[in-house]
């Protein structure tokens, strides 16, 4: 099994060695996250070369560079947020969602120690990875509960990646922001306040889907099946395993603390991971509605293929799984 990083002056390299290499099936991931547990297991404990697949792991940052990808042909699989997914398919590309593990938005507000409420927040920085992303929508939220708007009231600074919204924080260069696990279980090591639990909202939000192309399903279903076999596998790996899940999980975020790693587990592993993974079509509803431009028009339906998941449950995987 193979695991590399890429990056966008590196994409065409995997071009150059496509046919040399014709019989690896690569899937990326857009983010280093605990919402990635699932596909590090499932590489990590085999799972993939037990249905028959030699897999290739790429980390390639930012949904929009992981979504060329998959349109180009380089990769087979991606790993990314549903927004992205939507919004190619809207411009053209036969994308589909094929599984998702977490539906709900794991993020949290986290603020300077000295604020204690949203309302506090009215004339500070807030800070974001991406203006437009899922952590934009999470605080629009948090906002018009509050009665805040962003420009009179908050200002809303975009840092990049977690590591630096959280530097931004530290450094006092924004007076809060939205974090996902482990970024946001560090934040509150250094003292800072958590003010809201996206998760404990109650919101159903699709924020861990894979997806594939249409080409992909109608000529390589068989590829596709094996592959959510796997996936679906490694789900159940993740919840019956928590040790090595940990050790999975703390090489690829390089996170030592063994505090961390627990609590990343609880999160991903345990709370709010999904036994069968089908995409629902609610949670993607929440995405069209209010993340998506030009989606008024489009429904769930367009974005998602539960066939395989459904078929594996019809064969009894998931009876055999948990019975």
């Excluded at 929508?137 to 009179?152: E, H, I, M, Q, Y």
């Amino acid at each position: 099994m193979k695991i590399a990083t890429l990056t966008l002056a590196t994409i065409c390299g995997l071009l150059l060695c496509g046919s040399a290499h014709a019989a690896i099936t690569r899937i990326a991931y857009s983010a280093i996250s605990g919402s990635m547990t699932v596909l590090w297991v499932t590489q990590e404990q085999g799972l993939f070369k037990r249905q028959g697949l030699d897999t290739q792991l790429l980390y390639i940052g930012g949904g929009t560079v992981v979504t060329q990808a998959l349109i180009g042909g380089d990769v087979q699989f991606v790993r990314l947020g549903a927004a992205a997914v939507i919004q190619a398919s809207l411009r053209g590309a036969e994308l589909k969602m094929i599984s998702n593990t977490v539906n709900t938005l794991i993020f949290s507000l986290i603020a300077k120690p000295e604020i204690r409420s949203p309302q506090e927040l009215k004339g500070k920085k807030i800070g974001l990875t991406r203006i437009g992303g899922s952590t934009d929508f999470a605080l629009d939220l948090v906002l018009n509960k509050a009665g805040l708007r962003k420009g009179p009231d908050v200002a809303v600074i975009q840092t990049g990646g977690m590591p630096q919204l959280l530097g931004a924080l530290s450094a006092g260069a924004v007076d809060a922001g939205v974090f996902s696990p482990p970024t946001s279980i560090l934040a509150l090591k250094m003292g800072m306040r958590e003010l809201v639990d996206f998760a404990d909202t109650g919101i159903t939000y699709a924020a861990s889907p894979v997806a594939t192309t249409q080409s992909i399903l109608s000529k390589q279903r068989d590829l596709a099946v094996r592959f959510v076999r796997a996936y679906s596998e490694g789900i159940h790996r993740v919840t019956t395993d928590p040790e090595g899940t940990m050790k999975v999980v703390a090489k690829y975020t390089k996170e030592k603390d063994p505090a961390v790693l627990t609590e990343l587990y609880r999160i991903y592993g345990v709370k709010h991971l999904d036994k069968i993974p089908y995409v629902k079509s609610d949670a993607v509803e929440a995405i069209l509605r209010s993340e998506v431009k030009g989606a008024e028009n489009s429904k769930p339906s367009e974005f998602i293929d539960n066939t395989l998941v459904s078929g594996l449950e019809q064969e009894g995987l998931f009876h055999k799984l948990y019975p």
